[in-house]
C-alpha cells in the first residue's frame, strides 16, 4: 500500500485565495483525521471523519474552514479566504477503527505559505 | 485536563550510544494507551512504538523501548545504539480508551551526531 497521500506537498498562496488540500487515506481504513501543525501550538486535531461522516469538527478554528469526505478513498480540507495565520503544515492521518491501540497513520503533510 | 508533557525540547546523543527521552501525562483514566512517534525531516510522523496502560510489561520494539511507570504517570522512550536515522522530533502521545483523540505533546527534538 503507498499509505496516505496528501496533495501537494507545498503550497503558497496569498491571503484572501482559496486554498483545497487533498488526502486519499489507505485503502480499507474508515477512520481519517485532519491535523494542523505549528511550532506555537504543535499538533492540533482540526477534524475526523468515521466511516465518512464528520463526527468531530470541534478543532476547525473558524468558519473560513471546511472539510469533506465525499467518498472513502478520498478527502479535503478547504480554507477560504485564506490568511497568513493560516501558514502551518496540515496532516491528514487514517486508521482502522479509531479506537484503542489502533495506530494512526500519517500522510507526509502539507506545507501552507499564506503570504 | 488531559495534558502530555515532554520536558526536554532538544537532546543530542553520540551514535552509537544511548539516550532516553521523557514524557509525562496527566488523566484520571485508568484505562489508556501510550503512543511514541517520530518525525523526521521529511516532516511524515511514524510511530515508533506503544503501550497499553494496563499492561506492565514495558514495550520493546528493537532498539526502541520504553519504561512506563503507571503510578508515575511517566512513559520515556530509550533508544540504544543511536543511528544518523534515528535524528527526529519525537513526540509522545496519550489516548483515552474508547476514544480516537491523541493527545500530543510538544515534542522532543533529537540530534544524533556523527
Known amino acids: 500500500d503507498a499509505g496516505v497521500i496528501q496533495s501537494p506537498r507545498h503550497e503558497v498562496t496569498e491571503m484572501g485565495q482559496e486554498v483545497t488540500l487533498r488526502c486519499k487515506p489507505i485503502?480499507?481504513?474508515?477512520?481519517l483525521f485532519w491535523y494542523r501543525q505549528t511550532m506555537m501550538r504543535g499538533l492540533e486535531l482540526l477534524i475526523y471523519f468515521n466511516n465518512n461522516v464528520p463526527i468531530d469538527d470541534s478543532g476547525m478554528p473558524e468558519d473560513r474552514f471546511s472539510a469533506k469526505m465525499p467518498n472513502a478513498s478520498f478527502s479535503t480540507l478547504k480554507i477560504q479566504p485564506s490568511e497568513p495565520r493560516d501558514s502551518a503544515v496540515y496532516f491528514c492521518?487514517?486508521?482502522?477503527?479509531?479506537?484503542?491501540?489502533?495506530?494512526?497513520?500519517f500522510g507526509p503533510g502539507t506545507r501552507l505559505t499564506v503570504l | 485536563a488531559q495534558t502530555v508533557t515532554q520536558s526536554q525540547p532538544e537532546m543530542s546523543v553520540q551514535e552509537a550510544e544511548t539516550v532516553t527521552l521523557s514524557c509525562t501525562y496527566d488523566?484520571?483514566?485508568?484505562?489508556?494507551?501510550l503512543f511514541w512517534y517520530k518525525q523526521p525531516p521529511s516532516r511524515q510522523m511514524i510511530l515508533v512504538i506503544r503501550?497499553?496502560?494496563?499492561?506492565?510489561q514495558n514495550a520493546t520494539e528493537n532498539r526502541f523501548s520504553v519504561n512506563f511507570q503507571k503510578a508515575a504517570k511517566s512513559f520515556s522512550l530509550k533508544i540504544s545504539d543511536s543511528q544518523l536515522g534515528d535524528t527526529a522530533m519525537y513526540f509522545c502521545?496519550?489516548?483515552?480508551?474508547?476514544?480516537?483523540?491523541?493527545?500530543f505533546g510538544t515534542g522532543t527534538r533529537l540530534k544524533v551526531l556523527a
Open positions: 488523566t484520571s483514566e485508568s484505562n489508556y494507551y
Open positions: 503501550q497499553e496502560a494496563y499492561k506492565q
Open positions: 485503502s480499507g481504513h474508515n477512520s
Open positions: 492521518a487514517s486508521s482502522l477503527g479509531s479506537g484503542g491501540y489502533n495506530e494512526q497513520f
Open positions: 502521545a496519550f489516548k483515552p480508551s474508547g476514544t480516537y483523540k491523541y493527545i
